[in-house]
């Protein structure tokens, strides 16, 4: 049964993360690009509160673009009343076990890195039948979890008539990157022009030693979708190895920049988590640089600065 307490009365008087070029039409509101209503007020079962979503003329949110989910996670922590429910979103593997696709048009969801959660070693979604429906979890960063259909969760709804949420891509049909000079020994990796070296394992310093000397910089990935386009490149050339990124917090403790000063994005979905507790970045003054941790599906990870790892340099094209 859908419960609802103080319909609408949450998603509207809260602070932060609005994007002032988006008009939005209550209950809805801008967090980034799009107009969602975040709701701890209506809690049900995943498809009566998809039908909520339904009746003010929205969707339940998806997340082609994964940079959503992390204008949702940050939008929670800038309003705790929010950090203590479980939400819905509009993914589903109910037509076709582990086919797992966005409600809105049934086109496929990312599997792995960045969206989907990590719980005792092991990449959701987990619960095979008896888990189909998607949901961002409270306990482990928000990252996406399979979940019974029937428990209750919050909502988070997307506006229908916003453009993003309107023109959605299909993971299977996305266009590839335009041909532009990616010189070797780099090579297009989504977006990016990057050199993946698995193969010699420096400290952070002398990495960026190499970097440089190639005409490049060390990484600098500040787009979930670009992080997803990496982990499935590493994924499919078997690389076995953690990766030295270009950021660090040597200068100013928990502040993390990359090295032309830019700042790094924190939570979800880049930072994977120290324990079922508490995200990354944890090694407080001991661990001072960022990298790719394979152990822990290639999301960020704070780390010793003088250990050996391989490296992942950029080419600015």
Not at 145 to 156: G, K, P, R
Not at 174 to 203: H, Q, W, Y
Request: charged share 20%.
């Amino acid at each position: 049964m859908l419960l609802l307490f103080l319909t609408f009365s949450v998603g509207l008087a809260l602070a932060g993360s609005s994007n002032s070029n988006v008009v939005c039409t209550a209950p809805f509101r801008a967090i980034g690009p799009r107009c969602l209503l975040i709701d701890t007020a209506i809690i049900g079962p995943w498809d009566e509160v998809r039908q909520f979503c339904h009746g003010i003329k929205g969707e339940l949110v998806n997340m082609h673009d994964a940079n959503t989910l992390h204008d949702i996670f940050l939008f929670i922590k800038e309003n705790p009343i929010l950090d203590s429910e479980s939400y819905w979103i509009g993914s589903y593997d109910i037509l076709d076990e582990g086919k797992w696709v966005w409600s809105y048009n049934n086109t496929r969801v990312h599997m792995n890195t960045p969206l989907w959660g990590v719980q005792a070693g092991h990449q959701e979604p987990t619960g095979g039948t008896y888990e189909n429906c998607a949901v961002l979890n409270t306990e482990y960063f928000y990252y996406v979890f399979d979940e019974n259909c029937d428990a209750s969760n919050a909502a988070i709804c997307a506006a229908t008539n916003n453009d993003v949420a309107e023109k959605p891509v299909d993971e299977d049909k996305k266009i590839s990157s335009p041909n532009r000079e990616c010189p070797p020994p780099f090579t297009m990796i989504g977006n990016l022009c990057l050199l993946v070296d698995a193969v010699k394992e420096n400290p952070w310093s002398d990495q960026q030693t190499i970097c440089n000397a190639l005409g490049g910089h060390m990484a600098k990935i500040e787009d979930a979708n670009d992080l997803g386009d990496l982990y499935d490149y590493l994924i499919s050339n078997e690389v076995n190895v953690d990766l030295w990124l270009g950021g660090s917090d040597y200068i100013l403790e928990d502040t993390w920049v990359w090295e032309d000063g830019a700042s790094v994005p924190m939570g979800t979905p880049f930072w994977g988590a120290a324990s079922s507790s508490v995200q990354e970045p944890a090694g407080g003054l001991y661990e001072n640089c960022l990298a790719l941790a394979r152990d822990d599906f290639f999301f960020f990870h704070d780390d010793q600065c003088d250990r050996g790892k391989g490296v992942l340099c950029q080419y600015d094209i």
